[in-house]
């Protein structure tokens, strides 16, 4: 057997679960995505009408706001009560890992009223939002001004908050880092009721480079200013289709988008937005963007795509043809473009209603699309759940770029899932070492897509049901998703939380660094306050019980480095 043959595993015998899974497309056409459209309409509805609402009446709710969460945080009986949290539903979330931190006794802080858009400010190029702005929201508003944030996520659910807190990357990711490296300031409340505003370079600079990651472990973020950027009204995609084993298809992907002389920060050189998909061992499409002007998408013989009508075909899958016709240009509405993968919800649309990518379906439902990750996840019970643990990847494997081959070979390898995505994204040097940083000396190999500054990352997204499943082999989910985490560990990558994951604590802490945030959570109070960014990641069930003890530990540690005498 080759290296890059997966191993022979035997056939696995059906359950009910499986038949419920096959079926589970009924629940979704009548019951999950009227409900959706519903929740989408009534969403925007409530936008607008904050949109209307002048800047001044936004910032005196936002402030009013504010001192609720301070009254309801100084309630709190440190003795008596759990630790903090939000009172979101544990399943309304973007994410595939239920937040079962919140099956244990907790302290509920209500911030669902922080979804305004504060201010743009055009002269300092920042947006000033609360957490709960999500992407459609702001792309909406500032896209009419020319305006976009320098990293806008693909998927318009997806929350300030969320890309903050957990992990957020995008196409401009090889210009301007993850979401979180474009943010100029967080307004956070502490444990102790007091709202700071950390930024880089004031006295909470510690707490400014430990919040990303921190999944809302730290104190309560309650608005971040973040950085915009100048656009144009469209982008100017070219498709390049690549034909090779895996290894080639990873070099066609860096050559995509980082010049071999190593003049990455030449804007001349290097494209607006980038992104790969591979979708078979042997076969994949580059895709580069560039912002175009009005004029010149409409100039004759170009083609504009507006890829957002509700019975256009899915994005992924008309990306696919460059494989059948060969290299193309088009140029896509830019907002349009930002959102290419929401619809299909990149290409799991396609195991939810297996044929919704159809054109009658499209043109008949499509404009119902897509339906709610959070209903979805509010209709499975754990049966369900842990049926798509074990028989459904939803991973993103965050590694340096030199190794994108290594990681394509071990994906076909272990998990056997196509399509994969590719995106990259600097992964900066900084003053501190935070949760997730460099390779130490990366600098020193001046390998492609590296400057002084930064190093390349790449996201390796793997999500579909594997090989394996779609054949009716055995395969442990389980099992696969440790050993990825045991390759990334070894490899100097990195497993956004939002997954399901596998990690036990020592590897959790071999994978991400505790120091920094360690320090500001004994710094700020949040130990005994907030749960710690493990356990609030961690699989399964919280008792009571697992929670008060490790929060005691970590307390205890607190209290005798405290202690120590000071040399």
């Known amino acids: 057997m080759s290296d890059l043959e997966a191993p022979l595993r035997p056939k696995r015998k059906k359950i009910w679960v499986d038949y419920f899974v096959q079926f589970r497309w009924i629940i979704v056409i009548f019951v999950v995505l009227p409900i959706s459209f519903t929740i989408y309409f009534l969403t925007y509805l409530g936008d607008v009408r904050s949109e209307w609402k002048s800047y001044k009446t936004r910032q005196k709710e936002h402030d009013e706001n504010v001192e609720k969460i301070i009254k309801r945080l100084k309630q709190r009986n440190p003795s008596k009560d759990g630790l903090v949290c939000t009172a979101r539903k544990p399943w309304i979330a973007v994410g595939m890992r239920n937040v079962d931190y919140k099956r244990a006794r907790h302290f509920e802080v209500d911030l669902s009223a922080f979804r305004n858009i504060l201010e743009i400010d055009k002269e300092r190029m920042t947006a000033r939002v609360e957490p709960l702005v999500n992407m459609g929201q702001i792309t909406r508003v500032t896209v009419p001004m020319n305006l976009a944030l320098a990293v806008v996520a693909e998927l318009d659910d997806l929350t300030v908050g969320g890309l903050i807190n957990g992990y957020g990357i995008e196409g401009s990711s090889h210009k301007y880092g993850l979401f979180s490296d474009t943010v100029v300031a967080y307004e956070i409340i502490l444990a102790d009721g007091t709202l700071v505003r950390a ?18 472990t730290l104190g309560l973020l309650v608005a971040a200013e973040i950085k915009l950027i100048p656009i144009k009204e469209y982008m100017k995609v070219t498709y390049k289709p690549v034909v090779g084993n895996l290894r080639d298809l990873a070099q066609a992907y860096c050559d995509s988008f980082a010049p071999r002389d190593g003049d990455q920060d030449n804007d001349e050189k290097v494209p607006d937005f980038v992104e790969g998909m591979i979708y078979t061992p042997a076969t994949g499409v580059m895709m580069t963007g560039r912002y175009a002007s009005k004029e010149e998408a409409k100039k004759k013989g170009n083609k504009i795509n507006n890829v957002g009508w509700w019975f256009k075909p899915w994005f992924y899958q008309h990306a696919e043809t460059a494989l059948r016709k060969g290299e193309f240009v088009e140029y896509i509405p830019t ?7 929401t619809r299909c919800l ?14 009658w379906f499209r043109f008949l439902f499509g404009w119902l699309m897509p339906p709610k990750v959070s209903l979805l996840k509010a209709t499975q019970g754990d049966a369900i759940r842990n ?16 190794k994108v081959g290594d990681a394509l070979e071990w994906v076909h390898r272990e998990m056997e899932v196509y399509p994969i995505w590719l995106c990259p994204h600097k992964l900066y040097k900084l003053p501190v070492k935070t949760m997730v940083y460099p390779e130490p000396g990366f600098e020193l190999h001046r390998r492609q897509g590296d400057t002084q500054t930064a190093q390349m990352y790449t996201d390796v997204g793997v999500y579909y049901a594997p090989g394996p499943v779609l054949r009716g082999e055995v395969f442990n989910g389980a099992e696969a998703v440790r050993k990825m985490e045991n390759w990334l560990i070894e490899n100097h990558g990195f497993q956004p939380q939002y997954a399901v994951s596998e990690l036990s604590e020592k590897n959790f802490w071999r994978m991400f660094d505790a120091g920094l945030y360690e320090h500001s959570r004994r710094k700020y109070g949040a130990v005994g306050t907030f749960m710690s960014v493990y356990y609030k990641s961690k699989k399964g069930r919280k008792t009571e019980k697992e929670v008060q ?4 530990a970590h307390l205890e540690t607190a209290y005798a480095e405290v202690d120590q005498p000071v040399d």
């Open 346 to 359: 990149y290409w799991e649309g396609k195991l939810i209603l297996p044929f919704a990518d159809q054109w």
């Open 549 to 552: 003890e490790a929060e005691q």
């Open 335 to 341: 907002r349009e473009y930002y959102h290419r993968h």
């Open 387 to 402: 049926y798509y643990h074990e028989m459904h990847v939803i991973q993103d494997m965050l590694v340096p770029l030199y």
């Open 199 to 216: 930024t880089k370079d004031n006295e909470y600079s510690d707490l400014y480079y430990a919040i990303p990651w921190s999944q809302g």
